[in-house]
Antibody
Framework: EVQLVQSGAEVKKPGESLKISCKGS????????IGWVRQMPGKGLEWLGI????????RYNPSFQGQVTISADRFINTAYLQWNSLKSSDTAIYYC?????????????WGRGTQVTVAS | EIVMTQSPATLSVSPGERATLSCRAS??????LAWYQQIPGQAPRLLIS???TRATGIPTRFSGSGSGTEFTLTISSLQSEDFALYYC??????????FGQGTKVEIK
C-alpha cells in the first residue's frame, strides 16, 4: 500500500526542541518531493517547505524559513520536520504530503498528520 | 503572493442535491489549481488537479472547471460522505503555492 506514516502526537513546553517524522512506503520514496503542511486550530492549510529525499535538496516557504528545519534520510525512507525552540504558536497539526509531479505543486498523497501541542 | 478566496464559507445542502463551490485567484493562474477534501479528523485528500482532472479513485460526481482567476468545484449529487471541508490551492509558480481558506459543506 502506498502511504505516508507519521509519528505520533507530541506535547511540549515552550522553548523545547522537537523532531517529527514521516515514513513513506509502497513507492520509491526517493523519486518524489515530500512537503510539510501546517494546519493551525480551526484554520486552513499552509505549506512550510519541501525536500527531495534523493539528495536532500530542500526549499522553504519564505514565511517559515528559519523557523523550522526539514531533513530526510533516504536509507530509511523518512522525512523530518524539526524545531529548535518551540513557541505556543507552533501548536498545530502537521501533515507530510507527496508532490506527484515535480513541475507542479499539488500533493497527491498525505499522511494522517501529527498533532503538536506547545503549552506551559 | 497570490491570494485564493473561496466562497461561500459555509454551504448548506441536502443529500442528493448539487453543490457548487467557488475559488477566485487574485491574479491569473492558468489552470494550475487543485481541490482537496478534508473530512474532520482526517488528512486532506486530492480531488482535482489541473483545474478539472480528477485524481485516481475520485467519483465522477466531483467535477472541476475554470481557468485564469475563476474556478468551480461541483458535486453533482451530494452523498453523506461528501459533507466536509474543501480547499483550493494554486500552484502557478514553483514554490509560491497558496491555499484558500476553505468552504465547509454541511447538511441542510
Amino acid at each position: 500500500e502506498v502511504q505516508l506514516v507519521q509519528s505520533g502526537a507530541e506535547v511540549k513546553k515552550p522553548g523545547e526542541s522537537l523532531k517529527i517524522s514521516c515514513k513513506g512506503s509502497g513507492y520509491t520514496f526517493t523519486n518524489y518531493w515530500i512537503g510539510w503542511v501546517r494546519q493551525m486550530p480551526g484554520k486552513g492549510l499552509e505549506w512550510l517547505g519541501i525536500i527531495y529525499p534523493r539528495d536532500s535538496d530542500t526549499r522553504y516557504n519564505p514565511s517559515f524559513q528559519g523557523q523550522v528545519t526539514i531533513s530526510a534520510d533516504r536509507f530509511i525512507n523518512t522525512a523530518y520536520l524539526q524545531w529548535n525552540s518551540l513557541k505556543s504558536s507552533d501548536t498545530a497539526i502537521y501533515y507530510c504530503a507527496r508532490l506527484l509531479v515535480v513541475a507542479a505543486g499539488f500533493f497527491d498523497l498525505w499522511g494522517r498528520g501529527t498533532q503538536v501541542t506547545v503549552a506551559s | 503572493e497570490i491570494v485564493m478566496t473561496q466562497s461561500p464559507a459555509t454551504l448548506s445542502v441536502s443529500p442528493g442535491e448539487r453543490a457548487t463551490l467557488s475559488c477566485r485567484a487574485s491574479q491569473t493562474i492558468g489552470n494550475n489549481l487543485a481541490w482537496y477534501q478534508q473530512i474532520p479528523g482526517q488528512a486532506p485528500r486530492l480531488l482535482i488537479s489541473g483545474a478539472s482532472t480528477r485524481a485516481t479513485g475520485i467519483p465522477t460526481r466531483f467535477s472541476g472547471s475554470g481557468s485564469g482567476t475563476e474556478f468551480t468545484l461541483t458535486i453533482s449529487s451530494l452523498q453523506s460522505e461528501d459533507f466536509a471541508l474543501y480547499y483550493c490551492q494554486q500552484y502557478n509558480n514553483w514554490l509560491t503555492w497558496t491555499f484558500g481558506q476553505g468552504t465547509k459543506v454541511e447538511i441542510k
